[in-house]
T-cell receptor, first 113, second 112 residues
Framework: GEQVEQRPPHLSVREGDSAVITCTYT??????FFWYKQEPGASLQLLMK?????EINEGQGFTVLLNKKDKRLSLNLTAAHPGDSAAYFC????????????FGTGTRLQVLP | EAAVTQSPRSKVAVTGGKVTLSCHQT?????MYWYRQDTGHGLRLIHY???????EKGDIPDGYKASRPSQENFSLILELASLSQTAVYFC???????????FGPGTRLTVL
């Protein structure tokens, strides 16, 4: 079945620096991709959903890139601030079972002032 | 107003005891999921359901049962709780795997 690898597991950056989190997946026919954010002690909330073949989506303070050729999904936080300190999870909907998603193992991001 | 609620929010159980975790959603979603979260493992799918009165096994169903008596309610049952089931459990609802999942606040379960 679908395997999702997320790197790095931990990331510490200074305020104003960028932070990049990457997920690679195995199912070339996966179609829906998600990034979720989990603040300390809280539940998960959607950051962004993407599904085009190669796409750059820009949100508030971040960019998501999907490269289907390389089976890679990345989240780039530009000019990180302490409020970005959280755990981030990618999720991929596999073609083998369209009723579920497979989550990456998460990245714990710490933004230092 | 929270659309996905879980109860209890935390629970301490004894090994071998029965534990029931409850989830209620007001999103009118067909899909509901139960995940467990452990450090270093992210979220792993235990059971899910896409219609009332029917449940499906997820990726790690062993030791867990699920029940979906209505569209709004989805329970996770540990018939014989074990130490290895200590974790945080999240319930979520969605319109389908293509759609955003809305998560509950989580239940912290400690099995002693």
């Amino acid at each position: 079945g679908e395997q999702v690898e997320q790197r790095p597991p931990h990331l510490s950056v200074r305020e104003g620096d960028s932070a990049v989190i990457t997920c690679t997946y195995t199912d070339p026919n996966s179609y829906y991709f998600f990034w979720y954010k989990q603040e300390p002690g809280a539940s998960l909330q959607l950051l962004m959903k993407v599904f085009s073949s190669t796409e750059i989506n820009e949100g508030q303070g971040f960019t998501v890139l999907l490269n289907k050729k390389d089976k890679r999904l990345s989240l780039n936080l530009t000019a990180a601030h302490p409020g970005d300190s959280a755990a981030y999870f990618c999720a991929v909907s596999p073609s083998s079972n369209t009723n579920k998603v497979v989550f990456g193992t998460g990245t714990r991001l710490q933004v230092l002032p | 107003e929270a659309a996905v609620t879980q109860s209890p929010r935390s629970k301490v159980a004894v090994t071998g005891g029965k534990v029931t975790l409850s989830c209620h959603q007001t999103n009118n979603h067909d899909y509901m999921y139960w995940y467990r979260q452990d450090t270093g493992h992210g979220l792993r799918l235990i059971h899910y359901s896409y219609v009332a009165d029917s449940t499906e096994k997820g990726d790690i169903p062993d030791g867990y049962k699920a029940s979906r008596p209505s569209q709004e309610n989805f329970s996770l049952i540990l018939e014989l709780a074990s130490l290895s089931q200590t974790a945080v459990y999240f319930c979520a609802s969605s319109d389908g795997a293509y759609a955003e999942q809305f998560f509950g606040p989580g239940t912290r379960l400690t099995v002693l």
